[in-house]
């Protein structure tokens, strides 16, 4: 880890008064541990969970949570301007409050108000407590200002109580952390100026993404369904979330868990998926279709599992019949229309054309604005498909535009799709008022 100038990063690591601050100190250990000179902040409620000598001793620094500490080093203006990231873990419905209105009374809710660098939350709280509309609205308001909200996780609370408002793990906070401080993602930049919006560059844009493989079902046992790991869409979903977006990510059957700070519409089949597509896309300014969806399912679904004949040889007939084409349906001009729509497209050349000229043929045929093409299959040279860690891909564009992405990690292809789409949008439309 280091930061662009080559030097260490400086992490400001803010601790909020709730009971989940015990699971900051291996936040802590895991920055510390990558090289990050980091900094704790703690509030004074949050030294009652976890005391100062603790965060002294694993971050090596000195611990205040007052501005007059050391007042001939302005520490409420200086630490959030030399800071490369803000991390606040806890994050609790009273942070959020203050930090969504600007208040000021202690170190670490006035480094947030002067940080220039990016600033990433991780909630923690009852479950009403999250649910309720005074703090949905101070984490919309903070996300349309580009901080970085993580939705918090499903689980055991304290007490007996069990719901969402869990600290999201340790490693899924880092890795947010890690993808802010990434030097390829553009983050929140310095403000150089009175007005400027010091934000990543999907901040305040609604984006939605689907990943995964369908599975149609041909009894309570068996289904036909693709390779798809959702790899390359959990990518996608990830990497706008650290680049400010809020992000809805429609999940089918993924091999690898969703990313923190995503809200995540579970579906099965092809046409559950459509149903949660289109609600979600409706007026968003992104549509990713990253999910290999069934063309064909079962005309019929047996209620009971199709059993082997024992007087004979003979193998059931299953007659299929045609899916939804959800992408071109998404992509049809509307009202409800996503502002920006990319398809992705895994082919196979074949005697009537190559990979391109198939994804050519799929772009115009399907209406969206950007295809995202793979070769996959055994003659693929790409370096990268179905459950691989990477993916090489051309983008096309539907003004006749072609770009080469990889070999690269899908972490990488996911950003190369980002670009595109920021590239888009400035082109086409004004930033949006959501």
Request: aromatic share 2%.
């Amino acid at each position: 880890m280091s930061s662009s100038s080559g030097r260490r990063p400086r992490v400001v690591l803010g601790v909020a008064g709730g009971i989940a601050a015990y699971k900051a100190a291996s936040l802590l250990r895991l920055l510390t541990e990558g090289g990050a000179d980091v900094r704790v902040l703690p509030t004074a409620s949050a030294l009652r969970f976890v005391g100062a000598p603790t965060w002294a001793a694993l971050s090596g620094h000195p611990v205040a949570t007052d501005v007059w500490d050391d007042v001939h080093e302005v520490p409420h203006v200086r630490t959030g301007r030399e800071a490369d990231l803000v991390v606040v873990a806890p994050a609790t419905a009273d942070l959020l409050a203050r930090a969504a209105a600007g208040i000021a009374d202690d170190l670490l809710t006035s480094t947030l108000l002067t940080a220039t660098c990016p600033v990433l939350l991780a909630p923690a709280m009852h479950t009403e407590m999250w649910e309720h509309p005074a703090t949905r609205d101070n984490v919309a308001l903070l996300r349309r200002r580009g901080t970085v909200v993580l939705d918090p996780a499903v689980g055991r609370l304290t007490g007996a109580d069990t719901g969402r408002g869990r600290l999201p793990e340790p490693e899924e906070v880092h890795a947010a952390a890690l993808a802010l401080l990434d030097a390829g993602t553009p983050g929140r930049p310095r403000a150089t100026g009175a007005g400027e919006a010091p934000a990543g560059d999907l901040a305040g844009r609604r984006v939605v993404v689907s990943a995964g493989g369908t599975r149609e079902p041909l009894d309570p046992v068996r289904y036909l369904g693709n390779r798809s790991s959702g790899r390359q869409g959990v990518a996608l979903a990830a990497r706008a979330a650290a680049r400010g977006a809020d992000v809805v990510l429609v999940a089918a059957h993924l091999e690898v868990p969703a990313p923190a700070g995503v809200r995540v519409v579970d579906v099965g089949d092809a046409r559950e998926l459509r149903a949660a597509v289109l609600a979600e896309a409706a007026g968003a300014d992104a549509l990713v279709m990253a999910a290999a969806v069934a063309d064909f399912r079962p005309a019929a679904v047996s209620a009971t599992k199709v059993k082997k004949d024992p007087g004979t040889e003979d193998a059931p007939v299953v007659t299929l019949v045609r899916n939804p084409d959800v992408l071109a349906e998404a992509a049809r001009p509307g009202p409800d229309r996503a502002a920006v729509v990319v398809g992705f497209a895994a082919e196979t050349g074949d005697d009537a054309g190559d990979v391109l000229a198939h994804g050519r043929a799929k772009l115009a045929r399907k209406g969206c604005d950007l295809l995202v093409v793979n070769e996959v299959g055994a003659e693929a040279r790409t370096g990268g498909g179905f459950g691989t860690a990477g993916n090489t891909v051309v983008l096309l564009g539907d003004d006749g535009t072609e770009q080469p992405v990889g070999p690269a990690p899908k972490e990488d292809v996911a950003d190369a799709v980002w670009d595109a789409v920021v590239r888009r949008w400035a082109r086409d439309l004004p930033p949006t008022s959501r």
